[in-house]
Structures are given as structure tokens and as C-alpha cells.
């Protein structure tokens, strides 16, 4: 077992390889099972921040009997500080698009889609050149799949598997209840496999260089590489590639100013680590290596001492509360109660001890919401008001 | 298939045509539900907003209830039922920028521009709105115009900024 938590590079995504006809065609002449090994050998784990391993999820849909199947690559890239996915995009959309295809026919899928984030607007053209370049060359080889870009319209919670299905099927981006799971009644009530971005472009990198080399990556439980999106109190903001399970006092060490109070990890639904817990925090899915581990969507946002936390809090309440669908009640008024809370708190309308009832509302949250929106909300909040209380009072 | 930079070119046409350009686009969509969404993308892209005559025309076009079509249509935020102003002034307060002092460069743009976030100048130049992380937080606080995006800005940059464009 390797167990770093030193902070290491790696350079695999942004690679240029101009080999993606050839990947592919190798990978169509394996059989699907032989792939689906290949890719839990590897242990990947999805990049959106869930971190369900990757394998598992192709082999759940390959095991169902439809004739109709798809593939789906959300590109719904919503949470605050994350920025990596439009990077990949414009970058190595191949990787992308060839993780689809091979992904298409390791299940049986003859239909792809990318759901990008209107946003991001401005990529596809360019996208929409490399998936015609890459159907072209999927007829030569006699591989029926074809790719198709669906535009998101500006709502953070369609970035949520079952929202995105909703969203892509005309309605309203409502998240459906689990189960059935997207594996076996997804988009258009069809078995589905959808996938991170990077989640895609690491296949490639598995698909090309086997899963030893991906595996060798990180540490126990978490395998591999990873984008992380750096910004807030930085000298050097942007997108970095760096092995998993790395401590968090590393991290800063190289990327703070020297005067880091706190880091969000995974963004507004992440969760605030103050800088007395930066050894003992490890960056990656689970397991417990010296402290508390955490999962992240790439997203890390460093504050330096001049912030203040309540701003930060209340930042992230105001856009639950403006993100938040509507459709269950513990999240719709939930995040309107937490955010007057924190202000009546501040404005000295309510003592203290209010925020412990704030913290209980949160766990009912965390329990009873819907979708992973609602649960989130209690990780940015118990984690800010529990470490840094008296920026909330004073 | 009529596609959107076509539909973009239209401006100056009558009312009418316009109508008779998103029926057609509802024909090419097949009159599917499951399109409902692109098809007010490009109603939005025809007519700059989507007022209740045209959400109304949607819904009789496509065989929808009404109630149907405005509760997709509120739904996404990039969907607007106001008419916009010929350059929309988005500052972003994900937490990267808000951090970075958006909220000052908002201010400062609400007493430039005399209008509240959602709103037009009366000269129908310029809308203001808010958006949460447009995913330029390397580049914090951003804003953009008309998809162009401003990096770094502060409130000093303001002025010249919106002067530039006037």
C-alpha cells in the first residue's frame, strides 16, 4: 500500500495525445467485459464530487437488457469555485468524446449527449466541430454512435444526474427520487450511464496507459489524479492535476499566501477546514488515513485571514436559497431559515445559542431533503459556525 | 434545420415574421415536449425576451397548457420575460468573486447605471444582472458583457469600462 499525503503532480489530462483513433479502435476490439475490468481494477471514482466508482456504474448499465440506451456526460459545471470541466472541453475534447464512445459500447448505447451549462455557451462551436471530426471517424470503423450537445439554461441543480434528465427532457430541472438509479431508468426512462467530464477524460487515460499506471496514482481508496480548481486568497489561482489523498497542509503550503485562515473543499456544498485541522485533513474519497478525509469536486478556495466568515456563509446561504428547486420543503425553506437565522444571529436579534437550533435544522436537512442540494447544505454550514462561532455573533 | 445564428440575424424584422419564424421552429422541433426547452432558447433568441403572447403562441403551437410553458420558462434563469437592454452587464457573486469584492463592484455599477439588478436604463442600453459563478474564479471578482468577460475588476474600472461600450 502506498500512503503519501505529500502534495504530487501529475500531468495526464492536458496531456496532448493525438492518438484518440487509435485508443479507440483498440478499445472496440476488446470485449465490453474486458473493459469494464480494466476500468475497476483502476478504481476510479467519479470526479463530480460523489466519487461512485466508475466501473461499477458501466457494468450496472451493461448488465440491463434495452435496446435503447444512453450515454450522457454532464458538463453542467455549477459549483462555485469549479472551473475544470470547460478546461478539459476546450482543451482535450477527444478524451472526452472518446470515454462517450467507448463507454457507448461497453453498455450498448447508440446515443450520446453532453448537457453543458449555458454558460459556457461560447464552447460549442468548437465542440460541436470535434464531435462532427469524431462521428466521421466512428462511421469509418463502423462504431454507431453519435454525439449531441444539449444546452443548459442557468440552474445550478440541474447539475444533479435526475434534474439533468428532467431538465434534458423539457420540464422543469426537479430531481426524481432514487431508486430506480439512472443505471436502470434514466434519461427518457432508459438505462443511463452519466458520467463527470473528467470522469470521461481519466478513462482515456486508463484506456491508453492500462489501469497499473492510473492505479499507481494516490493513495488507498483513492486512486488516481485529479483537477483541482484553485482560487480565493491565492498567488496562484488556475487549474492544477494532483494525486489524490494529499494533506491539506501541503496543499496549502504551496498554494496559500502565507496567511490562510480556512479552505473550502468542493465548493458551497463542500466543506470549510480552519487551519488548526490542515495536517490531520486528507484530500480523497474515504477511508481514514490521519484524520478526516473528503471527497471533492475539484473545488478549492483558499480565505486568508482579512475574510470573513460570515460574508463567506452567507454567500453560500443566498445561493442555496436562490439554487434551491422548491420542490421539497426541508431544502425550500430550510435555506430561507438559515439564511435569516445567520443574519438575526449577527444582528444581535437572536442570542447564540440559536445557531445550535440552526445546526439541528441543518441535520434535519441533511435527512430529509431530497436530493444532494438540500443534504449539502449542512456541510458548509455546520462546518463554518462550528469552527469559526464567534465571527457569527460579533 | 433553422439554426440559431440565423435566427439571431432577424432583428429588424416585423412582429409577424418573427411569429411566423418561431412556428417554424416548433415544426422543426417536431412540436415535442421533450424540445420545450430549446425551442424557448431560440424564442428567446427571436424576440430577446419571451413575453406572455409568445409563451401563449408556444403553448397553442405545441398543444401545452400555458401553465406548462411559464413554469419551464421561470424555472431557468437564463429565460427572461423582460425585455433586456442592448448589452446585459452580468457581475458574478459566486463565492470567488463575492469574496474578492463583487458585491462593491455591484454597488458600483447599481449607482452608475441608476438601476437594481434584473432592471434597463431607460435608454434600453444596458440591463444589470447577478450571476453565481460563471466558473472565471482564477480570474475573480469577473463580470461579463454580453458573454465578454472582465477579469479583475474593481469599481474604479467601472466607469471606463461602460464608457467604453456607449
Redesign the interface.
Known amino acids: 500500500m502506498t500512503t503519501s499525503y505529500q502534495l504530487k503532480r501529475a500531468d495526464f489530462i492536458f496531456k496532448y495525445e493525438n492518438d484518440w483513433e487509435k485508443i479507440l479502435s483498440k478499445c472496440i476490439s476488446r470485449t465490453p467485459q474486458e473493459l469494464i475490468n480494466e476500468l475497476i481494477s483502476s478504481e476510479l471514482k467519479g470526479r463530480g464530487g460523489a466519487g461512485f466508482p466508475t466501473g461499477l456504474k458501466w457494468k450496472l448499465a451493461a448488465e440491463v437488457v434495452d435496446a435503447t440506451k444512453y450515454v450522457i456526460c454532464n458538463a453542467d459545471?455549477?459549483?462555485?469555485?469549479?472551473?475544470k470541466?470547460?478546461e478539459i472541453l476546450s482543451m482535450v475534447p477527444y478524451k472526452v468524446l472518446t470515454g462517450m464512445a467507448v463507454c457507448g459500447y461497453v453498455i450498448g448505447a447508440k446515443e450520446g449527449y453532453i448537457y453543458l451549462?449555458?454558460?459556457?455557451?461560447?464552447l460549442q462551436p468548437e465542440l460541436n466541430k470535434a464531435i462532427r471530426e469524431f462521428e466521421y471517424y466512428c462511421k469509418g470503423i463502423n462504431l454507431d454512435f453519435t454525439i449531441r450537445i444539449f444546452?443548459g439554461?442557468?440552474?445550478?441543480i440541474c447539475g444533479e444526474e435526475t434534474a439533468l434528465f428532467e431538465?434534458?427532457?423539457?420540464?422543469?430541472?426537479e430531481p426524481r427520487n432514487k431508486p430506480p438509479f439512472p443505471s436502470s431508468y434514466g434519461y427518457?426512462g432508459k438505462p443511463t450511464v452519466i458520467n463527470n467530464v473528467e470522469t470521461l477524460a481519466h478513462t482515456y487515460t486508463i484506456f491508453k496507459y492500462g489501469a497499473k499506471r492510473f492505479y499507481d496514482l494516490g493513495v488507498q481508496y483513492s486512486r488516481g489524479s485529479k483537477l483541482f480548481?484553485?482560487?480565493?486568497?491565492t498567488p496562484k489561482?488556475?487549474?492544477y492535476e494532483l494525486e489524490l489523498g494529499m494533506s491539506l497542509a501541503d496543499f496549502v503550503d504551496e498554494f496559500g499566501d502565507g496567511d490562510t485562515k480556512a479552505v473550502?473543499v468542493g465548493?458551497?456544498s463542500g466543506f470549510l477546514v480552519p487551519r488548526k485541522r490542515f495536517d490531520e485533513t486528507a484530500i480523497g474519497f474515504q477511508g481514514k488515513l490521519t484524520g478526516i478525509s473528503l471527497p471533492t469536486g475539484g473545488?478549492m478556495?483558499l480565505?486568508n485571514s482579512s475574510?470573513s466568515m460570515f460574508?463567506?456563509l452567507d454567500?453560500?446561504l443566498?445561493?442555496f436559497r436562490?439554487?434551491s428547486?422548491g420542490q421539497c420543503t426541508p431544502c425550500r425553506v430550510g435555506c430561507q431559515q438559515l439564511l435569516m437565522g445567520i443574519k438575526a444571529v449577527k444582528r444581535g436579534e437572536k442570542n447564540a445559542k440559536y445557531l445550535d437550533k440552526l445546526l439541528r435544522l441543518t441535520e434535519t436537512m441533511k435527512l430529509t431533503a431530497k436530493c444532494g442540494l438540500g443534504q449539502s447544505v449542512a456541510n458548509s454550514f455546520s462546518s463554518i459556525v462550528e469552527n469559526f462561532r464567534e465571527e457569527m455573533i460579533y | 434545420m433553422i439554426t440559431k445564428d440565423e435566427v439571431c440575424s432577424v432583428h429588424t424584422s416585423t412582429q409577424k415574421e418573427k411569429f411566423d419564424l418561431l412556428g417554424n421552429v416548433i415544426i422543426d422541433y417536431d412540436r415535442k415536449e421533450s424540445n420545450l426547452i430549446q425551442i424557448l432558447h431560440m424564442a428567446q433568441a427571436i424576440f430577446g425576451y419571451v413575453p406572455a403572447d409568445v409563451q401563449y403562441f408556444i403553448a397553442d403551437q405545441m398543444e401545452l397548457s400555458i401553465s406548462k410553458v411559464n413554469s419551464v420558462l421561470t424555472f431557468y434563469s437564463f429565460f427572461s420575460t423582460q425585455p433586456k437592454g442592448k448589452y446585459t452587464v452580468s457581475i458574478c457573486l459566486g463565492t470567488a468573486c463575492y469574496v474578492r469584492g463583487g458585491k462593491e463592484v455591484l454597488n458600483k455599477l447599481k449607482s452608475v447605471l441608476g438601476i437594481d439588478v434584473g432592471a434597463t436604463t431607460e435608454d434600453k442600453i444596458f440591463s444589470l444582472s447577478v450571476m453565481r459563478c460563471i466558473g472565471a474564479c482564477g480570474l475573480a471578482p469577473a463580470m461579463t458583457i454580453n458573454n465578454k468577460v472582465y477579469k479583475q475588476v474593481n469599481p474604479n474600472k467601472i466607469p471606463r469600462i461602460l464608457g467604453m461600450l456607449k
Open positions: 459545471e455549477g459549483e462555485p469555485g469549479t472551473f470541466d470547460r451549462r449555458g454558460e459556457y455557451f461560447f444546452m439554461s442557468g440552474a445550478y431538465s434534458m427532457e423539457g420540464k422543469r430541472g427518457m480548481s484553485v482560487s480565493g486568497d489561482p488556475g487549474i473550502q465548493g458551497a473545488s478556495m480565505f475574510r460574508n463567506v454567500n453560500y443566498e445561493f436562490e439554487e428547486c
